[in-house]
Nanobody
Framework: VQLQASGGGSVQTGDSLRLTCEDSGDAPTSYNMGWFRQAPGKEREFVAGISWSGVRTAYGDPVTGRFTISRDGARNTVYLQMDNLKPEDTAVYYC????????????????????WGQGTLVTVSS
């Protein structure tokens, strides 16, 4: 599994961005995927997760209703659509993969994820 996150940039409050996480490795499409973020001086936190089938999703409280996670199984790609961005969304965003069964109590647990991509920086100015 080789994850590559992209799509970050500098935007203003209220703008939208779409992050992309591609797996360039030879991994099956049965991985559950997650997005995490780390703001300057803060711990990394869970943003969103999606099951391998795309049927189940989970979101962190700060982004619920504004961010949408989706995936294209055929292309082994996961997206994070971020709308109505706020300055507090400024962070480095990471995608991660796991073949473990995920539930509402485990999506946010970083130790559950086996593979991590490099981050992509999102900066939201007021």
């Amino acid at each position: 599994v080789q994850l590559q996150a992209s799509g970050g940039g500098s935007v203003q409050t209220g703008d939208s961005l779409r992050l992309t996480c591609e797996d360039s490795g030879d991994a099956p499409t049965s991985y559950n995927m997650g997005w995490f973020r780390q703001a300057p001086g803060k711990e990394r936190e869970f943003v969103a997760g999606i099951s391998w089938s795309g049927v189940r999703t989970a979101y962190g409280d700060p982004v619920t209703g504004r961010f949408t996670i989706s995936r294209d199984g055929a292309r082994n790609t996961v997206y994070l659509q971020m709308d109505n961005l706020k300055p507090e969304d400024t962070a480095v965003y990471y995608c991660a993969a796991t073949d473990q069964i995920m539930s509402s109590s485990t999506w946010f647990r970083q130790v559950k994820y086996d593979y991590w991509g490099q981050g992509t920086l999102v900066t939201v100015s007021s």
